[in-house]
């Protein structure tokens, strides 16, 4: 059974940071293409940012490219968002999604897996 389960959220000030973390079961992780999107409530699923498989290639949304680091550690089945100078405006549940093909997509209709979440809340 494929799992992915986000822990590391939690309540931040402005421009602190956060390390969230999807570590994955049941699946060969390596084959998979990992990205993280976050949605707030009525609000539309938003991609924060992706990685191949290869971890060669990443991606990130323009309202967190240079903040955001995204990364995965094959030997730990885990995946990372690295969130810097964090901002109000990055409050929302994150989630992890996985695709199983190499190559990530920034729309979340590919990705066939997806955590539980995981909320964080930037205060000003």
């Known amino acids: 059974e494929v799992q992915l389960v986000e822990s590391g959220g939690g309540l931040v000030q402005a421009g602190g940071s956060l390390k969230l973390s999807c570590a994955a079961s049941?699946?060969?992780?390596?084959?998979?293409?990992i990205a993280w999107f976050r949605q707030a409530p009525g609000k539309e699923r938003e991609a924060v940012s992706t990685?191949?498989?290869?971890?060669?290639?990443?991606q990130y949304a323009v309202s967190v490219k240079g903040r955001f680091t995204i990364s995965t550690d094959n030997a730990k089945n885990t995946a990372y968002p690295q969130m810097n100078n964090l901002e109000p405006e990055d409050t929302d549940t994150y989630y992890c999604?996985?695709?199983?093909?190499?190559?990530?997509?920034?729309?979340?209709?590919?990705?066939?897996?997806w955590g539980q979440g995981t909320p964080v809340t930037v205060s000003s």
């Open positions: 049941g699946f060969i992780f390596n084959e998979y293409a």
């Open positions: 999604a996985a695709k199983g093909y190499p190559v990530a997509s920034m729309s979340a209709a590919p990705y066939k897996h």
């Open positions: 990685i191949s498989s290869d971890g060669g290639i990443t």
